[in-house]
């Protein structure tokens, strides 16, 4: 197993192009699941868990991994499935997500496919764990659900969405900026924390499902009259369906009347990689999920410089 992740590095070259790779696993059923390579550091088979008391029981216990000291999760169980049994036999996929370190434990690793974001569709309502998909995909005629680990996570280690009193305290709000800001995320959890954030700084969110969704509702704003005068600027996650960040980033900077338009990219994917690809699609900022500090503070950041430029 270790042998199919050695080339993860080599994969980035699909970023920027609408496309990437996911990594198929089963919970223990026929059904498979996905993640994304880039969030992928490892998969291993299961080590010896030591459990922890009071722990959630979604976390069936912490192992030594590398040095780190990291918590494993039943991702199964975190969806309402049956839990894993046998986890000795199981494999752990360790990933980083909102800049922590977490393994997931699986029943089994299939394989690295490589994908098409048009490709990757919105979940159907009708399904029973829809609140914990971001996405769904075809794979040889099989459906391949895409889990909203921000979702799980948030529900079982739980997260900050308010704004430091200090924080909003040093801010300075700029009365002449505009209120709006569209924000672009395919996960329902994400939307809302960014949503809160911009809230409590005195902005109102226009909220977007995934990136061709933006796309599409910034051209509707455009037709209408200047872009500046609607939105002050789209703050975007990366991994989407239909569309990713990046290619939104690409498409918006292609067009003339919007080229000019402020984005930031907020994602839990990080790492060095991030920031070069965001001088490369022409991006005005990369930041990580998710830390409602820091997201207010630059985007009051942005604000200034947006009307400093004006």
Not at 39 to 65: D, S
Not at 120 to 137: C, D, E, Q
Not at 157 to 167: A, K, N, P
Not at 248 to 262: H, I, M, N
Request: net charge negative; hydrophobic share 40%.
């Amino acid at each position: 197993m270790a042998g199919l992740l050695d080339s993860v590095d080599m994969r980035t070259q699909l970023a920027g192009h609408n496309r990437l790779e996911l990594l198929l696993f089963r919970l223990g059923g026929r059904q498979q699941f996905g993640i994304n390579v880039f969030k992928v550091q490892e998969v291993i088979q299961c080590p010896p868990l030591t459990k922890l008391p009071n722990a959630n029981p979604v976390i069936r216990g912490v192992a030594n991994m590398r040095g780190k000291t990291i918590s494993v999760m039943d991702l199964a169980q975190a969806i309402g499935m049956r839990p894993v049994e046998n986890y000795q036999d199981a494999f752990i996929v360790i990933a980083e997500y909102n800049r922590t370190t977490q393994g997931f434990l699986v029943s089994s690793v299939d394989r690295i496919i490589n994908m098409n974001w048009d490709d990757i569709m919105p979940p159907p309502k009708a399904t029973g764990r829809s609140s914990y998909l971001t996405a769904v995909t075809k794979i040889d005629d099989e459906l391949v659900e895409i889990i909203d680990v921000e979702q799980v996570m948030s529900e079982v280690t739980g997260s900050m969405v308010e704004v430091s009193d200090s924080v909003v305290g040093d801010l300075s709000s700029n009365s002449n900026s505009v209120k709006r800001i569209l924000v672009a995320d395919d996960s329902v959890v994400a939307r809302n924390q960014v949503k809160r954030t911009l809230e409590q700084i005195g902005y109102e969110a226009v909220l977007a499902k995934s990136g061709r969704d933006a796309l599409d509702q910034i051209k509707e704003m455009a037709s209408q009259g200047p872009i500046d005068e609607q939105i002050a600027l789209v703050i975007s996650d990366i991994e989407m369906p239909e569309m990713d960040g990046y290619t939104l980033t690409t498409e918006l900077r292609r067009d003339p009347e919007l080229k000019d338009l402020y984005i930031m990219l907020h994602t839990s994917l990080s790492g060095v990689f991030n920031n070069a690809m965001v001088e490369k699609v022409g991006a005005n900022r990369f930041i990580a999920k998710f830390n409602a500090d820091e997201l207010a503070t630059s985007v009051m950041e942005a604000i200034s410089d947006i009307q400093v430029k004006k």
